[in-house]
């Protein structure tokens, strides 16, 4: 059962909670804010009625609305994120050593706030923290793609791979840029959207980082590599069967710095309906 608490000394009975629920199974009908009982077990467990209430009265799945974070005046100004997304870049250098593991556990517990379809919040985060491991992987995807192109199983558009493998026997690692860190999100495909759910959140987690100084990459060679020629290396890192994979994120320290934005405004492609 899920728990629904109005403090009735602070409520105004101003309706909000009742009005922002997306269910619609809070009512006034009683005079102060209840959950319609019948339909109880719809809560998406948003918190929306916690958030929403201006006087802090609602307290929601156990959670004192008291603990939140405060909103007013704390939103960053509107220049301040242009320029972090103008300004993030793919980071191809990185410094060797590891991140510490409390800035990435932050990194992720913020990142975890990201939305998810019907707010199902099932998104694992897989991530490589250590160069022993990192290395391991590295390793082992390279073995399965040498696998892969020797007996010629890969298709047609993974052709590159032979070139990635060329390189990397000159000592080249064009998929993971010897990045200190891994980051894989997945989710349940039984989820309602697993594969926009882990995009978001890596979006999310894209630039977090970035505003903390890191660097990151997409690396959509390590998620072909994962899915074609080394799926073996997906269950030894512990990602349930039943997981859809995202476009993994390398992420580290950078070794190379960008001094302004690229200029990108022209090529937004816009279709502006009036109907
Ligand atoms: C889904 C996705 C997959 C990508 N995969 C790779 C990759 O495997 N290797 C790589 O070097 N860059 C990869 N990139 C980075 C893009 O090449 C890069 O975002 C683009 O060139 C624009 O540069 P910017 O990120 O600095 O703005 C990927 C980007 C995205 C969004």
């Known amino acids: 059962m899920v728990s629904f608490v109005v403090d ?8 909000e909670c009742v009005k922002d ?21 719809q809560c998406l467990e948003c918190q929306h009625c916690l958030a929403v209430c201006p006087a802090g009265a609602v307290s929601v799945l156990g959670r004192n609305p008291a603990a939140s974070q405060s909103l007013a005046g704390a939103l960053p100004a509107m220049e301040v994120l242009e320029t972090l997304v103008k300004g993030r870049r793919s980071v191809r250098r990185f410094q060797p050593e590891a991140v510490p593991s409390e800035t990435i556990r932050r990194l992720l517990t913020v990142t975890a706030h990201a939305p998810t379809g019907k707010n199902h919040r099932g998104v694992l985060f897989t991530v490589v923290e250590d160069g022993a491991t990192m290395e391991r ?14 007996q010629e199983r890969l298709p ?37 959207t697993p594969v926009a759910d882990c995009l978001i959140a890596l979006s999310t987690f ?25 799926p073996h290396l997906v ?24 001094h302004r934005t690229v200029q990108r405004d022209a090529d937004l492609k816009l279709n502006r309906v009036v109907w």
């Open 235 to 258: 269950r030894q890192l512990g990602i349930p069967d039943d997981h859809e994979l995202a476009c993994p994120l390398v992420f580290g320290v950078p070794a190379v710095r960008f």
């Open 156 to 192: 047609p558009r993974l052709d590159f791979f032979a070139g990635i493998l060329k390189a990397w026997d000159k000592g080249r690692d064009i998929i993971f840029r010897r990045a200190p860190h891994l980051l894989i999100a997945s989710a349940s495909r039984n989820a309602p």
């Open 8 to 15: 009735r000394d602070m409520c105004t009975r101003c309706g």
């Open 206 to 230: 894209d630039l977090l980082a970035t505003n903390a100084g890191l660097g990151t990459l997409w690396v959509g060679f390590a998620h072909a590599a994962l899915g074609h020629c080394a």
């Open 137 to 150: 992987l590295r390793q082992g995807v390279m073995e399965a793609i040498r696998e892969a192109v020797e």
């Open 21 to 41: 629920c997306p269910v619609q199974i809070i009512s006034l009908e009683s005079g102060w804010p209840a959950l319609v009982m019948e339909r109880a077990d």
